[in-house]
């Protein structure tokens, strides 16, 4: 497929909160420090890239909070999934999940969602920001990728597509706000270090998330979880979803998470629960539903499937 002869770009007019550019991330890596990043909804992000035909791990905008302002210099095609934020095309309102046609020169604008907290924007062809260490993700954490977006940045639009979807919009929940988040959850490794009235609480309550909560964790304020082991526990390695729990309370790892801790963990959200928890604001409210092992399993097949 031949390049245009002047390639087009975003330019950024307005980024809001906090936009970054991010994809699948990057795996197999944990032993060097670095950890997955990526894309915190996964199930979102997947949805904005198939809309406009782009390659699965094609690089996408995660706004948010909305409060986006953008200009294409080149016609194109976008998508928004994720946290339903209203969406501008040169002043006419259109719907998310959806494919929607911009112009050259147009101005894209996103507004602050009535639910959720993260909106992923898919343009047609990706973003061609450079790689590091294999991904376009934006690390926060680490400060590794390419850095949040300014006013006046521009971003060179890819050509990693092929055909469009057979449809041009995705009937896709759109959540409904003050309901609980409920998040699947793997027991172990270190649940034995918990009561069995800890583990009970964990279950039965409904936690708050808390303010000081971004892409690196989620803050859950609720009861406290009496331990078993009082003793202290040498750092060790901790995945995504990973429920570490300090003496503030619960904090569950997103994709920016440190690769190790000196916490216990009491369990382990699934990525599906992951997704939910991805566009949780603070004050939202969280239930844990312990599910077993072999869940996951299945979770992990159907995902596959579905993408």
Request: glycine share 14%.
């Amino acid at each position: 497929m031949r390049r245009p002869a002047t390639t087009p770009v975003v330019r950024i007019v307005e980024p809001g909160i906090l936009t970054t550019v991010q994809d699948q991330g990057r795996r197999g890596l944990a032993a060097m420090g670095v950890t997955v990043s990526g894309a915190v909804d996964r199930s979102a992000y997947a949805l904005a890239n198939r809309l406009v035909g782009n390659s699965p791990g094609c690089a996408v905008l995660e706004v948010t909070f909305g409060g986006f302002e953008a200009v294409t210099t080149g016609a194109t095609w976008i998508a928004t999934t994720g946290a339903t934020a209203p969406l501008w095309v040169d002043g006419i309102r259109h719907g998310a999940n959806s494919r929607v046609h911009v112009p050259a020169g147009a101005t894209i604008r996103l507004g602050q969602p009535a639910w959720g907290l993260r909106t992923y924007l898919a343009v047609r062809g990706g973003l061609d920001v450079p790689q590091v260490l294999g991904s376009r993700s934006r690390d926060t954490l680490a400060g590794i990728g390419p850095a949040p977006l300014e006013r006046g940045d521009e971003i060179t639009l890819g050509t990693d597509w092929g055909r469009f979807p057979p449809v041009d919009h995705a009937p896709v929940s759109t959540g409904r706000a003050g309901a609980p988040i409920e998040l699947p959850l793997v027991l172990g490794p270190r649940d034995d270090w918990f009561t069995g009235a800890a583990l009970s609480t964990l279950a039965a309550a409904r936690w708050t998330v808390g303010a000081a909560s971004n892409r690196i964790g989620v803050r859950l304020i609720g009861p406290e979880l009496t331990r078993a082991v009082s003793g202290e526990l040498p750092s060790e390695g901790v995945p995504v979803g990973a429920v570490q729990v300090p003496s503030s309370g619960p904090i569950v790892f997103l994709d920016d998470h440190p690769v190790t801790g000196g916490y216990p963990v009491i369990g382990v959200v699934t990525r599906e629960g992951l997704d939910s928890l991805a566009q949780a604001r603070a004050g939202d409210t969280v239930v844990f539903r312990p599910v077993p092992v072999d869940f996951v399993a299945h979770e992990a097949a159907r995902q596959r499937i579905s993408h």
